[in-house]
């Protein structure tokens, strides 16, 4: 298993393009979180999704920011007209169940690198 | 709100000495507290978690409401334990939704 899968590792966007990462959960996880890290921030959670539905998107910005899990392929975060402020580390994290279910724990990607120029 | 604090941006030790991180919360709920640990050029891990009370690579870490703390401790530090810690707070919600502290960077020296 090769664990959860983020790409690209790096990825360089001018202010106004869209910036599109990627995460393929662990074999049978049908879980995904994603985390955004600011410099010198420690992560913050972002959204929660199952197959095709998001359960919890409260750490969300309101505008710009949207993530799918679709029933086929990875997981997208999506941020539209990106902004210098976007640059930080995404991280994906993928788990087997549901809180209290026992199979909760989350195994973290190597995250994604954005820089807005 | 809810909130972490890792005051320490960097714990430096020596070999065999014992160490402790510190890890103060700020939840109005009942908390659900992670540490986690990443190693260079590896990817964020799951250290412990207080509801299981386990001890993991020698770390031990116990919930303290009243000083709102939850610090990692080791009595004896090996040079293989030198990684970033992270402090983290479950609350309410989904079981993703973790607050991270900032991090501590544990380096133990030869």
């Known amino acids: 298993n090769a664990g959860v899968m983020q790409n690209p590792r790096h990825l360089v966007r001018r202010r106004g393009q869209e910036a599109r990462l990627r995460c393929s959960p662990m074999?049978?996880?049908?879980?995904v979180y994603w985390y955004r890290q600011l410099p010198e921030e420690g992560l913050k959670f972002m959204v929660y999704?199952?197959?095709?539905?998001?359960?919890?998107e409260s750490g969300m910005p309101k505008e710009r920011f949207s993530a799918e899990f679709p029933k086929e392929g990875p997981s997208i975060l999506r941020i539209q007209q990106v902004v210098r402020g976007d640059s930080a580390a995404y991280f994906c994290?993928?788990?087997?169940?549901?809180?209290?279910?026992?199979?909760?724990?989350?195994?973290f990607g190597s995250g994604t690198q954005l820089s807005v120029l | 709100a809810q909130r972490v604090t890792q005051p320490e941006k960097l714990l430096s030790v020596f070999k065999g000495a014992p160490v402790e991180l510190k890890c103060n919360y700020s939840?109005?709920?009942?908390?659900?507290l992670f540490w986690y640990v990443q190693y260079s050029r590896q990817r964020l891990q799951l250290l412990l978690r207080?509801?299981s009370r386990e001890s993991i690579k020698g770390f031990t870490a116990d919930l303290n409401k009243g000083e709102t703390s939850f610090h990692l401790k080791k009595p004896f530090a090996q040079e293989e334990d030198s990684a970033m810690y992270y402090c983290?707070?479950?609350?309410?919600?989904?079981?993703?939704?973790?607050?991270f502290g900032k991090g501590t960077k544990l380096s133990v020296k030869p």
């Open positions: 207080h509801i």
């Open positions: 994290a993928s788990s087997p169940g549901q809180a209290g279910s026992g199979n909760e724990k989350l195994f």
């Open positions: 983290a707070l479950r609350y309410g919600g989904s079981q993703g939704n973790l607050i």
């Open positions: 074999k049978g996880h049908s879980h």
């Open positions: 999704l199952q197959k095709e539905n998001i359960i919890d």
């Open positions: 939840y109005s709920g009942s908390p659900e």
